[in-house]
């Protein structure tokens, strides 16, 4: 069988877990991802004695996200009315948990917590907290028919929007990875702004088109509707049969070394303590879609930022153009204050990638951050993060209040 590019990518991701299930944890056994889904708050929260209460939200097109909230820190008084509001948006493959996978003294939201904010965490469509919906179940085809689009779109717009509602005040955002580019796709349209105060984006994603992995030029070469015709519209599960059998060619495809894939795929993570990544490979990798994956490959292959091509005719009818509109980035309302924070390690924000954001948003108020060791991982949950990540997130967010 010939591997499109698009299959490299899938194969690509499945490696770099593969890869760490198999020097981490030989003995586990797949499929964890599945198990039947106890609340994030009983799971992660409550155990390290922080009040967390469990919220769900149905998007516009029907989907119910699974929403948790640390309305207060452990030492911090009752009233959660006057706390600013932060919402935390997770990237690809993973969900609201790997925030919450290194100690409290280490972990984003409880730092907020504990400094006095009102902690929300989202959990993108698909994952174990999402996967309900109004009228389709996970089964169907039509559950898996959407992209980054929608996640802009609808989740994001839904969750903001509840925040919001809940809580009478502006949003402070934080984005990781696909979390960034959500973000961004919807801010360059002028929607949500209205109700953010301000976003720190890490590992930002937006242009793709220096993807330092030897996948990347495969992923650039793709033939995107072979590979839709390929997959169907679907779940994408790494854990499970299709993407077994994908490693199992690819691995024994000419030229491909599985082993070499690990750093391959994000790039080499300083500072990611073992057993942290033992628990984050016991609670990870969650399903997306295989057309969220279909609209990557064309942002790597494209260089542009734009909605999911559909080829030439469809686009017509849906887009009344034969290519698809693109999300202009420069049209991010200027005084919206961005904070960037990335990596010199990080394969898949690569420093160039950025810089062309960087370069669409000259006029705009955008305090930036480089770490020459981090690469995409050590964000979320590297050992050092809080010291040397979200110190400078509170500092970005308590100079923005108003
Ligand atoms: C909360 O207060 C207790 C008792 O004063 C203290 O032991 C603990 O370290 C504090 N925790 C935080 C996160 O400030
Ligand atoms: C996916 O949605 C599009 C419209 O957004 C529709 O044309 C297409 O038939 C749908 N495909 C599936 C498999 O549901
Ligand atoms: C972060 O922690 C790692 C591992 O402990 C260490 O090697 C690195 O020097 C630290 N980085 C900084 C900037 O403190
Ligand atoms: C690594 O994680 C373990 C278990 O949570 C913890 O005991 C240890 O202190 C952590 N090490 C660092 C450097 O944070
Ligand atoms: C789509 O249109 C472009 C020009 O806009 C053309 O180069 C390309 O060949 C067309 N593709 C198909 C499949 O018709
Ligand atoms: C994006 O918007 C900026 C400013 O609004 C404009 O100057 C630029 O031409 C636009 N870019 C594209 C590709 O449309």
Same mark, same amino acid.
């Given at each position: ?296 490959? $064309?942002? =790597?292959? /494209?260089?542009?930022? +734009?909605?999911?091509?559909? #080829?030439?005719?469809?686009?017509? &009818?849906? *887009? ?48 930036? $951050?480089? =770490?020459? /060791?981090?690469?995409? +991982?050590?964000?979320?949950? #590297?050992?050092?993060?809080?010291? &040397?990540? *979200? ?12």
């Amino acid at each position: 069988m010939a591997l499109h590019g698009l299959s490299m990518l899938f194969a690509g991701f499945a490696l770099f877990i593969l890869n760490l299930l198999l020097m981490l944890m030989p003995h586990h056994a797949y499929g964890q991802n599945n198990a039947p889904a106890v609340g994030l708050c009983d799971s992660f929260v409550r155990i390290h004695g922080y009040e967390c209460d469990e919220f769900q939200v149905t998007t516009q097109d029907g989907y119910i996200l699974g929403l948790q909230r640390i309305p207060k820190g452990l030492n911090t008084s009752g009233d959660s009315a006057n706390k600013p509001p932060v919402l935390l948006q997770h990237g690809i493959l993973v969900d609201g948990a790997c925030w919450l996978i290194n100690a409290p003294e280490q972990n984003l939201p409880m730092i907020l917590a504990d400094k006095g904010f009102d902690v929300w965490i989202a959990n993108t469509r698909g994952t174990r907290f999402s996967r309900q919906h109004t009228s389709l179940q996970p089964s169907q085809s039509e559950f898996w028919n959407w992209s980054w689009d929608e996640l802009a779109a609808y989740d994001l717009s839904a969750v903001i929007d509840y925040v919001h509602e809940q809580t009478g005040q502006k949003l402070r955002y934080v984005g990781h990875s696909l979390g960034t580019l959500i973000a961004l796709a919807s801010f360059s349209e002028g929607l949500l702004v209205d109700k953010v105060q301000s976003a720190a984006l890490f590992s930002p994603i937006a242009y793709l088109s220096h993807l330092k992995t030897a996948l990347g030029n495969f992923v650039a070469r793709s033939f995107v509707a072979e590979d839709i015709a390929f997959f169907g519209i679907a779940e994408f599960n790494l854990l499970g049969e299709p993407a077994k059998r994908f490693l199992e060619t690819a691995c024994a495809a000419p030229g491909v070394d599985c082993f070499d894939l690990l750093n391959a795929i994000t790039g080499k993570n300083c500072c990611l303590n073992a057993s942290a990544v033992d628990f984050f490979l016991e609670n990870e990798p969650q399903s997306t879609s295989t057309k969220n994956f279909v609209h990557l490959a $064309q942002t =790597v292959r /494209d260089g542009v930022v +734009a909605k999911y091509n559909y #080829g030439n005719s469809t686009n017509m &009818i849906r *887009y009344g153009a034969s290519k698809p509109p693109i999300y202009n980035l420069s049209n991010i309302p200027q005084n919206l204050p961005l904070f960037l924070s990335y990596g010199g390690q990080d394969d898949l924000s690569d420093t160039q990638d950025v810089q062309h954001l960087l370069d669409n948003l000259q006029s705009h108020d955008v305090t930036v $951050q480089f =770490v020459e /060791d981090f690469a995409h +991982a050590d964000f979320v949950f #590297g050992v050092n993060a809080s010291d &040397i990540v *979200y110190s400078q997130v509170y500092n970005f967010f308590v100079n923005h209040q108003y």
